[in-house]
């Protein structure tokens, strides 16, 4: 379905991204992981198309992605970004309808009538008692559904998620995670999401790509993937690693204390 083969990226001369490889097959859940500055935004817009590699390229099913024109793209791949809402002024309706862009012709016009396809999005997202309320009348949570409607109206095979949870308190992660999991899962829908949690990225993704240094440190399932060793060496924290009691997904549990190499290389600094 999507697959980076060796790409590289540099801003300024300084490398983000360095040979990263990994595919992401048909239907399923692909989590991204890494500390902050491991390349992992930048790594979503190559795969995107926002921006090309330096090195390398990124093609979905089969064809590189810069090869596929703006509208053509968008009927298969929707972005999901942190802040992904237009300014004030438009409802909850008027956002979601944006999302029937890729199907509309140059006066905007669309063949077949969208009214339906945007009322059963606002109807599956439990949206329909919002749809004329302004998007800057509501919570953090009722935004990030909002967003998502708006990705599912564009009805594409692959969406990507950059830190969707990110703002949202834990009720509304693992709703809005359910969410996508049921769009997933009903309609063969392909998922890369960029994530922070290590937790929730165990738990609903099928395999995880762990980065540090815009490399790629591991590619796997979750239990492979989340080891206390290969944490320690990317993230600095000591963690013990147990699986989840109802689901078995690993679950990372942090301990205190400073790592014993991290401990050596600061002491000069804090004495």
Same mark, same amino acid.
């Given at each position: 379905?999507?697959?980076?083969?060796?790409?590289?990226?540099?801003?300024?001369?300084?490398?983000?991204?360095?040979?990263?490889?990994?595919?992401?097959?048909?239907?399923?859940?692909?989590?991204?992981?890494?500390?902050?500055?491991?390349?992992?935004?930048?790594?979503?817009?190559?795969?995107?198309?926002?921006?090309?590699?330096?090195?390398?390229?990124?093609?979905?099913?089969?064809?590189?992605?810069?090869?596929?024109?703006?509208?053509?793209?968008?009927?298969?791949?929707?972005?999901?970004?942190?802040?992904?809402?237009?300014?004030?002024?438009?409802?909850?309706?008027?956002?979601?309808?944006?999302?029937?862009?890729?199907?509309?012709?140059?006066?905007?016009?669309?063949?077949?009538?969208?009214?339906?396809?945007?009322?059963?999005?606002?109807?599956?997202?439990?949206?329909?008692? &919002? /749809?004329?309320?302004?998007? *800057? !009348? #509501?919570?953090?949570?009722?935004?990030? +559904? =909002?967003?998502?409607?708006?990705?599912?109206?564009?009805?594409?095979?692959?969406?990507?998620?950059?830190?969707?949870?990110?703002?949202?308190?834990?009720?509304?992660?693992?709703?809005?995670?359910?969410?996508?999991?049921?769009?997933?899962?009903?309609?063969?829908?392909?998922?890369?999401?960029?994530?922070?949690?290590?937790? &929730? /990225?165990?738990?609903?993704? *099928? !395999? #995880?790509?762990?980065?540090?240094?815009? +490399? =790629?440190?591991?590619?796997?399932?979750?239990?492979?993937?989340?080891?206390?060793?290969?944490?320690?060496?990317?993230?600095?924290?000591?963690?013990?690693?147990?699986?989840?009691?109802?689901?078995?997904?690993?679950?990372?549990?942090?301990?205190?204390?400073?790592?014993?190499?991290?401990?050596?290389?600061?002491?000069?600094?804090?004495?």
């Amino acid at each position: 379905m999507l697959q980076a083969k060796a790409l590289s990226k540099r801003y300024d001369g300084a490398s983000v991204l360095e040979g990263v490889e990994f595919h992401v097959r048909e239907g399923e859940c692909f989590g991204i992981l890494g500390p902050n500055g491991s390349g992992k935004t930048t790594l979503l817009k190559l795969l995107s198309g926002l921006e090309r590699p330096d090195e390398g390229e990124a093609t979905l099913d089969g064809r590189p992605i810069a090869g596929y024109k703006r509208k053509e793209l968008a009927r298969l791949l929707a972005v999901l970004q942190q802040d992904a809402l237009p300014p004030v002024g438009f409802t909850v309706r008027d956002v979601v309808e944006m999302g029937r862009f890729p199907y509309q012709n140059w006066l905007g016009e669309e063949q077949d009538a969208a009214a339906s396809t945007v009322d059963s999005v606002l109807d599956c997202m439990g949206l329909t008692a &919002l /749809a004329s309320r302004s998007v *800057d !009348r #509501l919570s953090g949570g009722e935004r990030q +559904r =909002v967003a998502l409607a708006k990705a599912m109206a564009q009805q594409p095979k692959a969406l990507l998620l950059d830190e969707p949870t990110t703002y949202l308190d834990i009720g509304y992660q693992i709703q809005l995670m359910d969410l996508i999991r049921t769009w997933q899962r009903d309609s063969s829908l392909t998922v890369v999401a960029v994530l922070h949690d290590l937790n &929730l /990225a165990a738990m609903y993704c *099928d !395999r #995880l790509l762990l980065m540090d240094g815009g +490399r =790629v440190v591991a590619v796997g399932p979750p239990r492979e993937v989340l080891t206390p060793a290969r944490i320690r060496s990317v993230y600095g924290a000591n963690a013990t690693v147990l699986p989840h009691p109802t689901n078995g997904a690993p679950q990372v549990l942090l301990e205190s204390g400073v790592p014993a190499a991290t401990s050596a290389a600061t002491s000069g600094i804090i004495s």
